[in-house]
Nanobody, 118 residues
């Protein structure tokens, strides 16, 4: 049974930090590209950051470059998103996605809410 579970969201003041975690099971995590997306109310879902299966390559949305860092621990089947210097516009539901283009695997978590407000 495939499971993708995000955690670590919450309420934080502008300028603060949060670390999101995404724990996966039921598939070969170390072969999947992992991506963090976010969706704010009334807006389309946007890609925040992704990381290749081995962790050798990462990519970020322009809006988060220099503030967010994606990483993964394949031994723990977990991907992380370290978010620093948070801004109110980072407020959104954050989702974790696992994708394997060759196998057709495409799995989503239920999301974790991040609210940046004073």
């Amino acid at each position: 049974q495939v499971q993708v579970v995000e955690s670590g969201g919450g309420l934080v003041q502008p300028g603060g930090s949060l670390r999101l975690s995404c724990a996966a099971s039921g598939f070969t995590f170390s072969t999947y590209i992992m991506t963090w997306y976010r969706q704010a109310p009334g807006k389309e879902r946007e890609l925040v950051a992704d990381i290749t299966a081995t962790g050798s390559y990462t990519d970020y949305a322009d809006s988060v470059k220099g503030r967010f860092t994606i990483s993964r621990d394949n031994a723990k089947n977990t991907v992380y998103l370290q978010m620093n210097s948070l801004k109110p516009e980072d407020t959104a539901m954050y989702y974790c996605n696992a994708k394997h283009y060759a196998l057709g695997g495409d799995y989503w978590g239920q999301g974790t809410q991040v609210t940046v407000s004073s």
